[in-house]
């Protein structure tokens, strides 16, 4: 890598290196500077410095991408906050960095899975990453690349093609059965045996879950009962706070696909959790134990 010194009146790319005619510049902090074995700590090491960087046009181009991209899919700064247009902008500087194709990024959940996989990686090889979090033991203000991202070493050029790599298995994953976890084998409130989910997220499809059995309509014992649930009935627990009748209705009412909230009593007695029914096996569909579940579809829907 060869580290040159910037022309008069230019700074550097604070994505790439290279020099370029300040445009907007954004600075950043160090916090000190990393020791480097055999050479003298600078004074500098104790004192926080302040580099000024800018984007050459090709990365301001990227930039503009990002924040176009951000506010053309209002959930992804919904779920992102502010920092949105920055860790999407780092994303696709790895693939400036790989000189790689631009995936897909037609619908928010293409732009969050992106960002999920190519950001760190982004934020890592980054020309900034000399000076922040902190400063390499000879970064100077005057530092830039002869070239394009010259400053990447083949550990961060890995790191780039790892974050691909991972990025595109997902892309082309499809979603597979999971079965639940639990030893019971069924999800605690709806019963069902299996759900389906992409591989790579098979750890999160089911939740750990404890309950007394009595909410559940089971007969009233100290002994709590331990389980999983499944995303559908997990979203309903979380959205009332607890794992009771009004969980298990929401739950029921999403399983089934209709809009109701809520049920008349007489719908409503009888309900029970799959957890609570002694020596009942796993449902192939969601509350397969519940008598009538279909009938009741067409009375709710
Ligand atoms: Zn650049
Ligand atoms: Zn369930």
């Given at each position: 890598?060869?580290i040159?010194?910037?022309?008069?009146?230019?700074?550097?790319?604070?994505?790439?290196?290279?020099?370029?005619?300040?445009?907007?510049?954004?600075?950043?902090?160090?916090?000190?500077?990393?020791?480097?074995?055999?050479?003298?700590?600078?004074?500098?090491?104790?004192?926080?410095?302040?580099?000024?960087?800018?984007?050459?046009?090709?990365?301001?181009?990227?930039?503009?991408?990002?924040?176009?991209?951000?506010?053309?899919?209002?959930?992804?700064?919904?779920?992102?906050?502010?920092?949105?247009?920055?860790?999407?902008?780092?994303?696709l500087?790895?693939?400036?960095?790989?000189?790689?194709?631009?995936?897909?990024?037609?619908?928010?959940?293409?732009?969050?899975?992106?960002v999920?996989?190519?950001?760190?990686?982004?934020?890592?090889?980054?020309?900034?990453?000399?000076?922040?979090?902190v400063a390499?033991?000879?970064?100077?203000?005057?530092?830039?690349?002869?070239?394009?991202?010259?400053?990447?070493?083949?550990?961060?050029r890995?790191?780039?093609?790892?974050?691909?790599?991972?990025?595109?298995?997902?892309?082309n994953?499809?979603?597979?059965?999971?079965?639940?976890?639990?030893?019971?084998?069924?999800?605690?409130?709806?019963g069902?045996?299996?759900?389906?989910?992409?591989?790579s997220r098979?750890?999160?499809?089911?939740?750990?879950?404890?309950?007394n059995?009595?909410?559940?309509?089971?007969?009233?014992?100290?002994?709590r009962?331990?389980?999983?649930?499944?995303?559908?009935?997990?979203?309903?627990?979380?959205?009332?706070?607890?794992?009771?009748?009004?969980?298990?209705?929401?739950?029921?009412?999403?399983?089934?696909?209709?809009?109701?909230?809520?049920?008349?009593?007489?719908?409503l007695?009888?309900?029970?959790?799959?957890?609570?029914?002694?020596?009942?096996?796993?449902?192939?569909r969601?509350?397969?134990h519940?008598?009538?579940?279909?009938?009741?579809?067409t009375?709710?829907?």
């Amino acid at each position: 890598m060869t580290i040159t010194i910037l022309p008069a009146d230019h700074l550097a790319c604070l994505a790439c290196g290279i020099a370029a005619m300040p445009g907007t510049t954004e600075t950043f902090i160090s916090i000190g500077r990393l020791a480097q074995p055999g050479r003298p700590r600078m004074a500098a090491n104790e004192r926080s410095e302040y580099f000024e960087l800018t984007r050459c046009p090709g990365c301001e181009q990227t930039r503009q991408q990002a924040a176009a991209l951000v506010a053309e899919h209002p959930v992804v700064a919904h779920r992102l906050g502010t920092a949105a247009v920055e860790r999407l902008e780092a994303g696709l500087g790895v693939l400036r960095l790989l000189g790689a194709r631009t995936p897909r990024l037609t619908s928010a959940r293409d732009v969050l899975r992106f960002v999920d996989h190519m950001s760190t990686a982004g934020a890592l090889v980054r020309w900034s990453r000399r000076y922040t979090p902190v400063a390499l033991s000879d970064a100077q203000d005057e530092d830039c690349n002869e070239a394009p991202w010259e400053h990447a070493t083949e550990a961060d050029r890995q790191t780039a093609r790892d974050a691909l790599a991972g990025l595109l298995a997902a892309v082309n994953e499809r979603p597979a059965p999971i079965p639940c976890p639990d030893p019971s084998g069924g999800c605690m409130l709806c019963g069902i045996a299996s759900v389906e989910a992409l591989p790579s997220r098979a750890a999160h499809a089911w939740t750990p879950a404890t309950a007394n059995p009595s909410p559940l309509g089971g007969r009233p014992s100290n002994k709590r009962l331990s389980g999983h649930l499944c995303p559908t009935c997990a979203t309903a627990c979380d959205t009332v706070g607890s794992i009771g009748p009004t969980a298990m209705e929401r739950a029921l009412m999403a399983a089934l696909g209709v809009r109701r909230k809520s049920l008349t009593p007489t719908e409503l007695v009888g309900l029970k959790a799959w957890a609570v029914m002694p020596e009942a096996s796993p449902n192939r569909r969601p509350w397969g134990h519940i008598e009538h579940v279909e009938a009741l579809r067409t009375v709710l829907a």
